[in-house]
């Protein structure tokens, strides 16, 4: 007889096999950061076999196949290098099985009388399997290693063979309190796993929004390096282009000098108004409409929680309808993608002609952006989609106007920009819908001195509304002393310290 390779990786070199492994799972459980778990309840649902982890998070399960020396009246068989040998003393025949480790079921023979068979000869490809053999009502249950020679006369035709549901599967069931439950598939128990379990969240889930305060909602680019191309490097930031349409569009990104991209950071779209362009809002001289980058955010971010984006209108206005739409959407999913991003937490903000596009967006993109500050917002020159790709939600908006702005009628921003705005606004009924706050008035500033900010009350709280006026004209600088009488002076604007605490509410 040839030597064949030992097939089994556990001696089983008696006249009766003893013990065999069947299989043997190893596991770790763990927090998402690798902090072990100790006392973790973990279950083999389908066997109903359970135990708990240990100090370092570790389990195991193991399972022997049962011992066969009590039935040495139905005859006997023996493994040695491969070889089956077999005989009866009765009826019984030997049934022999082998099974792949996923449950395909790659070879079947019953055995009569006596005689022996070398297993290797009737596995065609390389690998691991489980052998099992079946000798009256006892039943070993091997694994061993094949080399993938095959020669012998009782290698199946492949179309016979079967899949058998069951053959070391099962699913793994890990819980621990405080921790959501986690269930993994196992098509093969004999091997090792590693589950990482996360924490239960507390936070309150709505029919559409996030809660106040709620966690950072991690981008895809979140631990990866950025892939995008710069065009050039400009003060304080980086230039970029991206296809819309058959438009080449430009777009201005400056991260925080701390960036992270394990950390979530806010984000802050700038829209320029009319006359200027994107760079204007990433770098300029001082005046009273660039007192800092970014609409004066920049300067007000001590930690480095925002990415600030400022995007340029073609001609210098926000003028072509869903393709200056597209534009913002292509972009922010260009960021979700390269930078880490907090995508609860994407706010846009304008003046004048910005402040119209920002008013438009924020009623295309409330599923993307969390909130809206304008300064001067018109109703006019303002495309939305119609129709049913109109989007019926709330979204948070403030906005701050001086009352004798001769461009950007106030009256008109208030009496009908507003109370859209309102309509969606107002506290989510029963079944979470959001109601009509539009008929409530905010109050105003009067006189030639001061400001009012009014913050409306009949809103949902998630979804706030702020108006803010102030004795001024087309200015988004405003100040106290507005722009009569002794005293004016725009680099006392309050305008950016509000918009900041508004946007730092959520």
């Given at each position: 007889?040839?030597?064949?390779?030992?097939?089994?990786?556990?001696?089983?070199?008696?006249?009766?096999?003893?013990?065999?492994?069947?299989?043997?799972?190893?596991g770790?459980?763990t927090?998402?950061?690798?902090?072990?778990?100790?006392?973790?309840?973990?279950?083999?649902?389908?066997?109903?076999?359970?135990?708990?982890?240990?100090?370092?998070?570790?389990?195991?399960?193991?399972?022997?196949?049962?011992?066969?020396?009590?039935?040495?009246?139905?005859?006997?068989?023996?493994?040695?290098?491969?070889?089956?040998?077999?005989?009866?003393?009765?009826?019984?025949?030997?049934?022999?099985?082998?099974?792949?480790?996923?449950?395909?079921?790659?070879?079947?023979?019953?055995?009569?009388?006596?005689?022996?068979?070398?297993?290797?000869?009737?596995?065609?490809?390389?690998?691991?399997?489980?052998?099992?053999?079946?000798?009256?009502?006892?039943?070993e249950?091997?694994?061993?290693?094949?080399?993938?020679?095959?020669?012998?006369?009782?290698?199946?035709?492949?179309?016979?063979?079967?899949?058998?549901?069951?053959?070391?599967?099962d699913?793994?069931?890990?819980a621990?309190?405080g921790?959501?439950?986690?269930?993994?598939?196992l098509?093969?128990?004999?091997?090792?796993?590693?589950?990482?379990?996360?924490?239960?969240?507390?936070?309150?889930?709505?029919?559409?929004?996030?809660?106040?305060?709620?966690?950072?909602?991690?981008?895809?680019?979140?631990?990866?390096?950025?892939?995008?191309?710069?065009?050039?490097?400009?003060?304080?930031?980086?230039?970029?282009?991206?296809?819309?349409?058959?438009?080449?569009?430009?777009?201005?990104?400056?991260?925080?000098?701390?960036?992270?991209?394990?950390?979530?950071?806010?984000?802050?779209?700038?829209?320029?108004?009319?006359?200027?362009?994107?760079?204007d809002?990433?770098?300029?001289?001082?005046?009273?409409?660039?007192?800092?980058?970014?609409?004066?955010?920049?300067?007000?971010?001590?930690?480095?929680?925002?990415?600030?984006?400022?995007?340029?209108?073609?001609?210098?206005?926000?003028?072509?309808?869903?393709?200056?739409?597209?534009?913002?959407?292509?972009?922010?999913?260009?960021?979700?993608?390269?930078?880490?991003?907090?995508?609860?937490?994407?706010?846009?903000?304008?003046?004048?002609y910005?402040?119209?596009?920002s008013?438009?967006?924020?009623?295309?993109?409330?599923?993307?952006?969390?909130?809206?500050?304008?300064?001067?917002?018109?109703?006019?020159?303002?495309?939305?989609?119609?129709?049913?790709?109109?989007?019926?939600?709330?979204?948070?908006?403030?906005?701050?106007?001086?009352?004798?702005?001769?461009?950007?009628?106030?009256?008109?921003?208030?009496?009908?920009?507003?109370?859209?705005?309102?309509?969606?606004?107002?506290?989510?009924?029963?079944?979470?819908?959001?109601?009509?706050?539009?008929?409530?008035?905010?109050?105003?500033?009067?006189?030639?001195?001061?400001?009012?900010?009014?913050?409306?009350?009949?809103?949902?709280?998630?979804?706030?509304?702020?108006?803010c006026?102030?004795?001024?004209?087309?200015?988004?600088?405003?100040?106290?002393?507005?722009?009569?009488?002794?005293?004016?002076?725009?680099?006392?604007?309050?305008?950016?310290?509000?918009?900041?605490?508004?946007?730092?509410?959520?």
């Amino acid at each position: 007889m040839m030597n064949t390779p030992n097939l089994f990786t556990a001696a089983c070199l008696l006249a009766f096999c003893g013990y065999a492994s069947a299989y043997t799972l190893n596991g770790t459980v763990t927090t998402k950061d690798g902090k072990a778990i100790q006392g973790a309840d973990v279950k083999l649902v389908k066997k109903n076999k359970a135990t708990t982890t240990d100090e370092q998070g570790k389990f195991t399960f193991k399972e022997e196949s049962a011992h066969l020396n009590a039935v040495r009246s139905a005859g006997s068989f023996s493994l040695s290098n491969g070889v089956l040998n077999f005989s009866q003393n009765g009826y019984s025949p030997v049934q022999v099985k082998i099974f792949d480790m996923v449950g395909n079921q790659v070879f079947a023979q019953t055995l009569q009388g006596s005689g022996s068979m070398d297993l290797n000869s009737v596995i065609e490809s390389q690998g691991t399997y489980l052998a099992r053999v079946k000798l009256g009502s006892a039943q070993e249950s091997i694994r061993f290693n094949a080399t993938g020679n095959y020669s012998g006369s009782f290698r199946q035709n492949r179309n016979a063979l079967m899949k058998v549901d069951g053959v070391d599967k099962d699913t793994l069931s890990v819980a621990f309190e405080g921790y959501e439950t986690v269930k993994v598939y196992l098509p093969n128990l004999d091997t090792t796993v590693a589950i990482k379990m996360n924490e239960v969240s507390t936070e309150e889930t709505f029919k559409f929004g996030y809660a106040l305060g709620n966690s950072p909602t991690p981008s895809k680019g979140c631990g990866a390096n950025s892939k995008l191309q710069k065009v050039k490097s400009v003060e304080n930031g980086d230039q970029f282009e991206i296809k819309v349409g058959s438009d080449s569009r430009k777009y201005f990104i400056t991260l925080p000098k701390n960036y992270d991209n394990k950390k979530p950071h806010k984000v802050l779209f700038a829209l320029h108004c009319y006359g200027s362009n994107g760079e204007d809002f990433v770098h300029h001289k001082a005046d009273y409409d660039h007192p800092t980058p970014y609409y004066g955010q920049q300067v007000l971010d001590k930690n480095g929680d925002y990415i600030f984006v400022s995007l340029d209108a073609i001609g210098g206005l926000w003028s072509k309808g869903q393709a200056d739409h597209d534009f913002f959407a292509q972009t922010l999913t260009t960021l979700n993608e390269n930078y880490c991003i907090d995508t609860s937490r994407v706010f846009i903000t304008g003046f004048s002609y910005g402040a119209m596009f920002s008013y438009s967006l924020m009623q295309d993109m409330q599923t993307r952006v969390r909130a809206a500050a304008t300064y001067a917002v018109a109703d006019y020159n303002i495309w939305l989609p119609e129709g049913n790709n109109m989007k019926n939600l709330p979204i948070a908006w403030m906005n701050v106007h001086g009352v004798n702005d001769g461009r950007c009628d106030y009256n008109r921003a208030k009496n009908s920009a507003l109370p859209r705005i309102l309509k969606r606004n107002g506290k989510a009924d029963a079944n979470g819908d959001f109601t009509d706050a539009s008929s409530e008035k905010p109050k105003e500033v009067s006189g030639n001195t001061g400001h009012v900010c009014y913050d409306f009350t009949t809103v949902d709280e998630r979804f706030p509304v702020k108006w803010c006026s102030w004795p001024g004209d087309h200015q988004w600088t405003a100040h106290d002393t507005g722009n009569m009488g002794v005293g004016w002076n725009w680099e006392s604007t309050w305008v950016p310290e509000e918009v900041h605490k508004f946007f730092e509410q959520f």
